[in-house]
């Protein structure tokens, strides 16, 4: 096991029937409060980064991690916010969730996207539809996606499946 792995098992708090019964909660929480916690997440998430210029977290826990990794790096970090957080002008994508859909946004001015090579990270991968959102988003927006990297995959959703072609890094799979 790696040491981001052990590290992010060993961390993790586990909370049974949240959001609803039946569901096993992964709260990285307390990885990302614990300074060691932290910088193995940060240093794992970092190697993935694969000659990317700006680095895209996704609303929340991505805002930290990516602004983290994009430290490291020497790197900028955008926040690909949910829907209605960011004045217009905006890109935003539209997706579809499991009870709903959402809306992801960057903003349209300010920020020129146009060939610069960004890599994605998320705190969770489920089944890939916020991922593959952001992806699409920033594509469309005129960057190069090189990846994307997460803390916490989550076995049996086919999140990748949902990502395709996109390379995905994943520290640890549960």
């Known amino acids: ?23 096993q909660f992964k709260d990285l929480t307390p990885v990302l409060a614990d300074a060691r916690g932290l910088a193995v997440v940060t240093d794992a998430l970092a190697e993935a ?6 680095i895209a977290g996704i609303d929340a826990r991505g805002f930290l ?16 916010r949910k829907g209605g957080k960011l004045p217009p002008p905006v890109h935003a994508e539209r997706y579809d969730l499991e009870y709903g859909s959402a809306t992801l946004e960057i903003p349209a001015d300010g920020i020129d996207m146009t060939g610069r ?26 960057a190069h996606v090189t990846g994307a990297a997460v803390v916490l995959e989550l076995s049996g959703l086919d ?16």
């Open 1 to 23: 096991m790696s040491d981001a792995a052990a590290v992010i098992a060993e961390l993790t708090r586990n909370v049974a029937d949240f959001p609803q019964p039946g569901i």
């Open 49 to 54: 980064a694969d000659g990317a210029d700006l």
């Open 65 to 80: 991690l990516g602004a983290a990794v994009a430290l490291k790096l020497g790197t900028g970090v955008l926040a690909v």
């Open 117 to 142: 090579r960004v890599l994605v990270i998320d705190d969770v991968l489920a089944t890939g539809g916020t991922l593959a959102a952001a992806a699409r988003l920033l594509e469309r927006s005129g």
């Open 159 to 174: 999140g990748r499946c949902a990502v395709q072609p996109l390379r995905v890094t994943s520290l640890t799979t549960v």
